[in-house]
């Protein structure tokens, strides 16, 4: 059975962009002076912050000495090792992975949207998915949209794919307990989904791999002010289904 470390990284008000700057490599942080937008550059900061000491803690190294590449339209990949790597953020959260087999991961904030989520899910969605998410009420239906948009996009992530792909396979219920439907492939596949809250806000999660069955590991990184890290076990439910071909 294969293991999907995840790690998760809230940036508020009380965290200190230096003490995760200090965690960056030279090439990073001038990178991240040139970004312009508030909001990006603090993503940026937040995410390489977390996936360097996510992987520090897996190799035993120093955070800055890691050498990671971002490929475009790609994951990350590390020298060191041989983990597949999946990272996401969305508003002040972001989310990293480490995983023995191709796998992804995704987070997205739970928000209202300018249109329902209901009309924009029939732009990219399978149809039963639209059918689905129209038989339920206003909250049932934000959440839900979100939910699914996680799950879809972490196996489109497993796959090396992007958004341009297309959304509508894999395809999923959600209630009574969260099935997929519909795959890409012959593969075997397992999906798992959940939220978290955070002081502000409420996030959807999803992660993918291509293996009938996963276990999974949740911890939070936080920087301590001393150029440490807290790390804090989440244990969290989550409605997990499987694909067998």
């Known amino acids: 059975m294969t293991r999907l470390n995840l790690a998760l990284f809230v940036f508020d008000d009380t965290v200190d962009p230096?003490?995760?700057?200090?965690?960056?490599?030279?090439?990073?942080?001038?990178?991240?002076?040139?970004?312009?937008?508030?909001?990006?550059?603090?993503?940026?900061?937040a995410s390489r912050w977390l996936l360097r000491h996510h992987l520090a803690a897996e190799y035993n190294a120093a955070p800055q000495a890691l050498s990671?590449?971002?490929?475009?339209?790609?994951?990350?990949?590390?020298?060191?090792?041989s983990r597949h790597l999946g990272l996401s953020h969305s508003g002040s959260a972001c989310l990293s992975l480490m995983a023995e087999t191709p796998a992804g991961c995704d987070i997205e904030r739970i928000h209202a949207r300018r249109f329902a989520p209901a009309q924009l899910?029939?732009?990219?969605?399978?149809?039963?998915?639209?059918?689905?998410?129209?038989?339920?009420?206003?909250a049932d239906q934000l959440r839900d949209f979100h939910q699914l948009w996680t799950l879809k996009e972490a196996a489109l992530k497993a796959q090396g794919l992007g958004l341009g792909a297309g959304m509508k396979k894999p395809s999923f219920r959600?209630?009574?307990?969260?099935?997929?439907?519909?795959?890409?492939?012959?593969?075997a596949w397992f999906f798992a989904a959940t939220e978290l809250d955070s002081v502000k806000d409420r996030f959807a999660i999803g992660v993918a791999t291509r293996r009938p069955?996963?276990?999974?590991?949740?911890?939070?990184l936080r920087p301590d002010g001393s150029d440490g890290v807290q790390r804090t076990a989440l244990v969290v439910d989550w409605a997990t289904a499987a694909h067998a071909p």
Do not use: Q
């Open 174 to 187: 959600l209630r009574p307990t969260l099935r997929c439907t519909r795959v890409r492939s012959a593969a």
């Open 213 to 220: 069955a996963a276990t999974i590991d949740l911890v939070a």
């Open 121 to 138: 899910a029939a732009h990219c969605f399978h149809a039963d998915e639209v059918a689905e998410l129209r038989r339920v009420g206003p």
């Open 18 to 45: 230096d003490d995760l700057r200090a965690g960056l490599s030279d090439t990073e942080r001038g990178h991240e002076a040139g970004i312009v937008h508030a909001g990006r550059r603090r993503e940026y900061l």
């Open 68 to 81: 990671i590449e971002y490929p475009r339209g790609a994951a990350p990949r590390c020298r060191r090792g």
